[in-house]
């Protein structure tokens, strides 16, 4: 029996046919919204480290004071209306220190964290990717420099390269760098054997462009978490360095050196002075940590599910 004696018609069935339309993706605003409320940590952790990167930015709009020069009438003054939170002992404001501080203190631990993760990441690429004698060579250099504590090495590169900003940034720079290199190689072993890694050799592609195109996008997820683990930690060690006098020098202000010297020996008398800058590495030290582990869930395929 035919569609029409049915009373169907196939032809006006055919014009109000309507194809199914893939559902939209959602907007950015709203995934961003939807991953603030999935990792609330990360969010107020990543706003933590945003307003202490614009207060460093503003820091001469910011400070109240000279944070190099002091009042030699003020000297140990505890929190009070003019000073915020106190002076030190050259009568200099405390919170024009900590604002100013915080330059040095963030670019060096921004500085270190990328740039001991960059170069990680060629090396163990490349020599992951190229195996044979150069990996064996790159492998046995890293595991030397595994071998020393990362502060002892940091120590040995900031007495050898000077105290400047730069060269801490480079000494604090070299721990991370075999560490990062590992991280790297190992990725890069997994991949190389994948299908697409040998469809790219089958086609003609050479190795500098699988290995860029193909295979450090896919240890970027990695490196990041690794990059915001290790910021937390390049501003310990500059402050461990500073302590130890092999860091940042006066009149500079920085966190660590705030902490430094006679600042110990007046944390019963004068707290405030060891206190702040020790809370101010604390809080930037949790949320780099507590960043890097939002990160981590955000890009694990295993949890992409859940976000």
């Known amino acids: 029996m035919s569609d029409t004696t049915q009373g169907i018609d196939p032809l006006a069935a055919y014009a109000n046919f309507k194809p199914a339309i893939a559902p939209e993706k959602p907007a950015r605003g709203k995934r961003v919204l939807h991953l603030i409320r999935s990792q609330p940590l990360g969010a107020i952790s990543a706003f933590v480290l945003l307003i202490m990167v614009l207060a460093a930015t503003f820091a001469p709009y910011l400070a109240p004071f000279d944070p190099t020069t002091g009042d030699p009438t003020a000297l140990y003054q505890p929190p009070n209306a003019k000073y915020w939170l106190g002076t030190d002992a050259f009568g ?5 220190r900590l604002i100013y501080g915080a330059r040095i203190s963030l670019i060096i ?10 170069v990680g990441t060629i090396i163990g690429v490349t020599s992951g990717y190229l195996g044979g004698w150069l990996d064996s060579i790159a492998q046995r250099l890293m595991d030397a420099m595994l071998a020393f504590p990362m502060l002892l090495l940091a120590l040995a590169m900031a007495a050898v390269l000077g105290s400047s900003v730069q060269n801490v940034i480079i000494a604090l720079a070299m721990p991370i760098v075999p560490r990062a290199a590992r991280i790297a190689r190992a990725s890069t072993l997994v991949l190389k054997t994948t299908t697409f890694i040998e469809a790219s050799r ?9 290995i860029v195109v193909h295979i450090l996008p896919n240890t970027f997820a990695p490196l990041l ?19 130890l006098g092999a860091g940042i020098q006066e009149p500079q202000p920085s966190w660590g050196l705030m902490m430094s ?3 110990t020996s007046l944390a019963l008398t004068a707290p405030w002075i060891v206190l702040v800058p020790g809370l101010a590495i604390t809080v930037v030290v949790l949320a780099s940590n507590l960043l890097g582990d939002a990160i981590r869930d955000v890009l694990d395929p295993k949890l992409q599910r859940n976000i």
């Open 92 to 96: 200099r404001d405390i919170l024009s």
């Open 202 to 210: 089958a086609i003609g592609c050479s190795n500098l462009r699988i």
């Open 261 to 263: 010297g006679s600042a």
């Open 225 to 243: 978490v690794i990059a915001t683990a290790y910021l937390g930690l390049a501003i310990v060690q500059e402050a461990a360095l500073d302590y």
């Open 109 to 118: 631990g921004f500085g270190a964290s990328i740039l001991g993760v960059v």
